[in-house]
């Protein structure tokens, strides 16, 4: 097996430079024909999610971007996409650049019209560019990048394993992005392990430049092939036939397996490249192999095996023992009924509690050696598991009691309104605690969870409600929650007349607390739109807004159903400064009466040459320093009006 798995962390950037595929980072092909390879890029719906209050997905698109504009032209690349199209789909691959020189501006449109949503089928995607690029037949690269593990029922190592035996020269390079899960950064690095390909972690976007060496190191050319020996005399051979074997006498059949030979003796730290490799159940090489001792290895459920074999040039068969036994888990919501057939995940545990196996099928099958272990089944939250003992040869059998229920939610904004289909948010907790179990944004969401009582609460803006459910084994229950909530769009103003604001406006919404002087209760949101929209409970609020030091606060009434739309009037003009000198800070002060007389109160300051300022109505005292020199004039602001304030410094 080649491989490398660097388990740095690196940025897209470099780890892409890394995996040797933009221009300076390979040398030129010797060979004519162009060298291809395809980008697979994951949009599943998990690449909303976001890293440093940026989504994955964005991330990912400037990542693209860069790529590709650095991209090696004498490489043709292509773009194949999956997730973006339907949720739930496993199907949902989609070849959006086939494989021609890179073209930025072009691939940089498609991605950006791009919107994440599905499942991760991921091994098909990399069988899919495989099979695009002809693997069989020509040196074929493809690099994967994806944000999670294999959720569509297939083995991404068997996947990974499968291509490299059948190709002729093919790689496929991995990226993780933020894979926080041991068991997705297995598969990934399978992936790039079974196929000669380097693994590398990217948890965001900035860049490690230490990661960047072990990479580039990694994806370097080979040295070219040594001067060719003079061909010895010609050998007697004859078919040789590999037959694997669970323990001794004990054959296993029906299963296909992986198998390659190698001109090494097993145990050698690195195998040499197979001269044969295939994959079925009992193995015959298509050329008769010369005589002489060899290294078979033998793949199955990713687990390997290394023998020792001497060829005689005769006809012969060839037992391989795996030295293992096969565990097959079932999973039933009562004993002895029938078999759960979908959405199942399969973790498979070892006695150290750490994650060696997953499976998505109804049935899942595991090649193990001798041991204990702990095999789980997962039904969206609802969880089992059972203890098992696996021995050489032989083949246990283990049935496991998933108790469930469904879950189905909905909820309306209020009692007159259909129930919402977007914006929404799902958050189970079970039942007098804060110990969350499950998730949602769909508009109609549906739960499995073990039987038991739960918490939902649920959000549309910052209107919510809750519910306490009961879920029932083997039962649906489906509950429709109403926010009685409303909507409000305000917006504000200088002065009646006046221009609208264009920038620089921030919203607050408070609670209403009686007892306090300026009536200021908990803070429920905030926005910086010039017109937002805020989604609230039905109830009375104080809504407040500010445009430089200028702030007017207003209850408002929120009606379930409804749109309020209040106006605001800031009753503010604007202060514009200008000076003949240079380097000059700037005070604005208030004018204020006193006890004493006339007073300055200091609101506000810059350090800009023409500064700005959104202020109340009123009288203000302007005041320039430059070095030793001061100068002031006085400002008068009316509503809705700019007022030039000239400073002329001595």
């Known amino acids: 097996m080649r491989g490398n798995m660097n388990r740095s962390t690196s940025s897209w950037r470099l780890a892409l430079i890394g995996l040797g595929l933009v221009a300076g980072a390979v040398p030129a092909p010797a060979a004519e024909a162009r060298d291809k390879a395809i980008l697979v890029l994951d949009a599943s719906g998990s690449m909303w999610g976001q890293i440093e209050g940026k989504a994955k997905w964005e991330i990912a698109k400037e990542a693209v971007a860069q790529l590709v504009t650095g991209w090696d032209p004498k490489i043709d690349l292509g773009l194949t996409v999956y997730g973006h199209r339907t949720k739930g789909d496993c199907n949902d691959i989609e070849d959006v650049f086939a494989p021609a020189p890179a073209d930025a501006g072009k691939i940089k449109a498609i991605t950006g019209g791009l919107s994440p949503k599905g499942k991760t089928p991921l091994s098909a995607a990399v069988r899919h560019a495989a099979e695009k690029l002809r693997y069989t037949e020509d040196k074929a690269t493809v690099i994967l990048v994806s944000d999670g593990e294999e959720t569509c029922n297939l083995d991404p190592c068997a996947v990974a394993a499968e291509l490299e035996a059948a190709g002729v020269g093919f790689t496929a390079h991995v990226i993780g992005f933020d894979i926080r899960n041991d068991a997705a950064r297995q598969q990934l690095q399978c992936i790039a392990a079974n196929t000669g390909g380097t693994y590398v972690q990217a948890n965001d976007a900035a860049s490690l430049n230490a990661a960047l060496a072990e990479v580039a190191a990694a994806t370097a050319a080979p040295a070219p092939a040594p001067a060719a020996e003079p061909r010895p005399a010609a050998q007697p051979r004859a078919a040789a036939t590999f037959k694997p074997f669970l323990a001794e006498g004990v054959p296993l059949t029906g299963t296909p397996v992986y198998w390659s030979l190698h001109p090494d003796a097993a145990g050698s730290e690195d195998l040499a490249d197979a001269i044969a490799s295939d994959y079925r159940n009992a193995w015959t090489p298509d050329a008769p192999v010369a005589p002489g001792t060899y290294a078979v290895q033998v793949q199955v459920d990713g687990l390997k095996v290394q023998q020792t074999v001497t060829i005689t040039g005769q006809k012969q068969e060839v037992p391989v ?195 306090a002087d300026d009536r200021k209760g908990a803070q429920v949101t905030y926005s910086f739109d010039l017109e937002p929209v805020f989604h609230l409970n039905a109830g009375r609020y104080l809504l407040e807004v500010t445009s430089g030091v200028a702030v007017v606060a207003a209850e408002i009434e929120v009606k379930a159903g409804e749109q309020a739309r209040p106006e605001l009037n800031l009753n503010a003009g604007a202060v514009l400064g200008k000076t003949n000198a240079a ?52 400002v008068t602001v009316i509503a809705g009006k700019p007022t030039q304030a000239q400073v002329t410094l001595p």
């Open 583 to 634: 380097d000059v800070s700037w005070r604005l002060y208030k004018v204020v009466t006193a006890m004493t007389g006339m007073e300055k109160e200091q609101v506000a300051y810059a350090f800009d040459p023409a500064p700005v300022w959104i202020v109340p109505a009123g009288d203000y005292i302007l005041e320039a320093t430059a070095g030793d020199k001061v100068a002031e004039v006085p």
């Open 321 to 515: 023992v795996i030295g293992a036994g096969i565990l097959t888990a079932t999973a039933v919501e009562q004993a002895g009924g029938a078999a759960l057939t979908g959405d199942l995940t399969w973790r498979l545990f070892d006695t150290e509690g750490n994650i060696i196996g997953y499976n998505y099928e109804p049935e899942a099958v595991f090649t193990l050696k001798p041991g204990d272990y702990r095999v789980e089944v997962a039904r969206g939250e609802a969880k089992a598991g059972a203890a098992v003992t696996v021995k050489a040869g032989e083949r246990p059998a283990v049935e496991i009691v998933l108790s469930a229920g469904s879950l189905e939610l909905e909820v309306k904004p209020s009692e007159a309104e259909p129930p919402a289909s977007q914006g929404v948010t799902w958050k189970i907790f079970r039942e007098g605690t804060e110990d969350q179990v499950a998730y949602s944004y769909d508009g109609k969401a549906v739960f499995t969870l073990p039987p038991g009582r739960y918490t939902v609460q649920v959000w549309i803006g910052e209107a919510t409600a809750s519910a306490v459910v009961e879920v029932k084994p083997k039962e649906t229950t489906r509950t429709t929650l109403v926010l009685g909530a409303g909507d409000v769009k305000p917006r504000a103003i200088f002065a009646p007349g006046a221009p609208k604001p264009t920038r620089d406006l921030s919203w607050k919404v408070f609670l209403i607390d009686p007892k």
